[in-house]
């Protein structure tokens, strides 16, 4: 009996949770944020004088989840993350990363912790996650996220 509440579990937590039906009718209030997500960042480090192309990859799973970032200058990858849900206007992904510079960053960036706060928005079915992230004592810097979710 246990076996088959273990197989049912990791069914559920793995593929059932994404069916959008019990979304609508309220069994579940987590959103599905797993997939690839095109936008930009810009930062208080350049007092927001550019615009930076990023990619998020979200890992997701009912229990789990995890956010890899990706920029021109650097990666970073979540340390912890958690969804609030409760309010149904305002979902939203908050985590703490570690960030890691690529080789030809600028010589002032390295490896640094952080804060991201994204929001969810849905606008003619397409899917958004806007917010802003802050960086550790090392780097002191802030700044604004933009992404839509890639078909």
Sequence with gaps: MIGFYGLFYKIFDTWIWRFETLRKVGIIKIPNLKGTWQGNISSSHDNYSKEYEAKLEIHQTWTQISVYF??????????????????????????????????HALETMHSHRGMARLTLSIKDKECFLDGEYFTGRDRQTYGRMHFKRKL
Excluded: D, H, Q, W
């Design 70 to 103: 990706e920029s021109g200058t650097s990666e970073s990858y979540s340390l912890s993350g958690m969804i609030t849900a409760e309010n149904p206007v305002a979902k939203a992904i908050s985590y703490e990363f570690r960030n890691e510079p690529r080789v």
